[in-house]
């Protein structure tokens, strides 16, 4: 797969980014955007990739600010939804692209949710996974309104990873870029799947010595050397940037998703698990939010990581669903 793909760095918004890209040079049946989650990095869109390039798609992946070969600004305001989106509409500006198809996972599913809230002109169809469309954890909705991180701390405790990541400093205690490749592994392994969030003594779990099936050494060395590198704390400001980036999108607080969209969840991801979001999706709340929803699909078993655990079944579900634009 490596040998397929293209990479080189662009300067977009103010920072370099670097770019992966797989498939045709010139835009033939359309270019999909893929947006990477935490703690990850394009290459978690690497069997994606090499499927829809193989049927035509130019695939454009980018590192996200604060990973890998992107820029990370020191200043922790400098990882809003704004900016991060901001990244995107610069990035495919600069590849001249009026419009894309959008992939998007964990805190870039976030993202992507409010690329088509904030700019749905550039968004053919979307197809996110993991992490659903949450008005109340993304944008300010009027006065009975709750922080994020007000309410994560009331509902799942201080300790709770969203909570313990607000403080400079102190996630980053535990995510020592030293210890990376390690850190990496227990977060692919047994992190934000089947009850387990991240948890303070992850690091100290010695029981992941042997990878499951859909991972390879191969790519915990890639991840790994990427986050030896750069460290983990621009990944970590993404999530002390959540009480700001519902103040900034206090103008959308009524704003619907009105691009054509599919959702890809597994049943044992910590994100389905949270407290209503079955409700939300199955009972008629997530249709409402997103009136143009085409299909949610739900992989029994499949935890967090569902793009590489669940390869396959969530690239034919990708290509089934963009293939009617």
């Not at 500006?93 to 550039?122: N, S, T």
Request: negative net charge; proline residues 5%; glycine residues 8%.
């Amino acid at each position: 797969m490596e040998g397929m793909v293209r990479h080189r760095t662009m300067e977009v918004n103010g920072i370099s980014m670097h770019v992966a890209e797989t498939g045709p040079e010139v835009d033939a049946k359309g270019t999909v955007l893929f947006v990477h989650g935490f703690p990850e990095l394009w290459y978690s869109w690497r069997h994606q990739m090499e499927h829809l390039a193989a049927r035509g798609y130019r695939c454009v992946a980018p590192d996200l600010r604060g990973y890998g070969g992107t820029s990370a600004p020191s200043d922790i305001a400098s990882y809003t939804a704004f900016h991060i989106v901001g990244d995107l509409i610069a990035l495919l500006d600069a590849l001249g692209l009026a419009k894309v198809f959008v992939l998007g996972h964990d805190w870039g599913a976030l993202i992507a949710w409010y690329l088509c809230v904030f700019r749905p002109e550039r968004v053919t169809a979307l197809v996110n996974t993991s992490v659903t469309f949450m008005r109340s954890i993304m944008i300010r909705t009027g006065p009975g309104f709750v922080k994020p991180t007000d309410y994560f701390n009331s509902t799942y405790g201080p300790k709770f990873y969203m909570c313990r990541f607000q403080v400079p400093g102190v996630a980053e205690k535990q995510f020592a870029a030293a210890n990376a490749k390690h850190l990496v592994r227990q977060v692919l392994c047994h992190c934000f799947s089947h009850g387990v969030a991240c948890e303070e003594n992850m690091d100290d779990d010695p029981s992941s010595t042997k990878l499951p099936s859909w991972l390879t050494e191969a790519d915990v060395d890639y991840f790994g050397a990427a986050f030896e590198k750069t460290g983990f704390t621009g990944a970590i400001n993404y999530y002390r940037n959540l009480d700001r980036n519902c103040e900034l999108a206090a103008p959308w607080s009524d704003a619907k998703v009105r691009v054509p969209t599919k959702f890809i969840v597994g049943t044992g991801d910590i994100a389905y698990n949270f407290l209503g979001i079955q409700d939300y999706l199955h009972n008629g709340g997530f249709k409402e939010d997103v009136p143009l929803l085409e299909e949610l699909v739900v992989i029994p078993g499949a935890g967090h990581f569902v793009q590489q655990e669940k390869a396959q079944e969530v690239s034919d579900h990708i290509y089934d669903f963009i293939t009617k634009f």
